[in-house]
């Protein structure tokens, strides 16, 4: 459950949608939720009537727990961090980065529970059309919906970034868990952020 966390840190999921990922029974997920509730390491929220939890990225102990159970922290200087069993969405990046030349992919929408951006999926690069339909076709079978997302060449990223077109910034302003930057294609627009 750990790893369903740390490895998606600004994804939020629901209890029967955790126990399908991490294949146990819903108690005994429940009571887990439970305790990692008290201690602070996830939080909750309610939305559509359904109760939503995802990694507390303000607990004390956050930058500890993700370079154990999230792969390598990116705060980390130190190269040396590996993982025995690297989380599964590993393997989802690995998949994307199979598509072609992906500068940039990230998760927004409906995987974030963040909908101003409009889109769950932005992807930067040159991609084989044809992986890249596969791919969605197998991703919204694995979530079990229907996934908007947009694909841009790297000229088009930069011709929009520098014309401050509108459905990029509503992308880039929104919450968003950050799958691929290869080369620090965020870097301006989180800085203005922080």
Known sequence: MLQLFYGNPNRSFYVREITRKIDEQINSVRRELANLLSIGIVASDTNNNRLYYEVNQGYD???PLAAIFGGADPASKSKKVTSKSPPKEDARVQAIKSLGNVELALYTGQFTRD????????????????KLAKFMTDLESQEGKEIRYTVM??????YRQQVKDRFLFNILAAKKQ????????????????E
């Open 178 to 193: 950050v799958m691929i930057d290869r080369h620090e294609l965020l870097a301006p627009t989180q800085k203005k952020e």
């Open 61 to 63: 102990f956050y930058q």
């Open 115 to 130: 909908e101003t951006s409009g889109i769950d999926m932005l992807i930067v690069g040159d991609v084989n059309q044809t």
């Open 153 to 158: 060449s790297p000229q088009d990223y930069g």
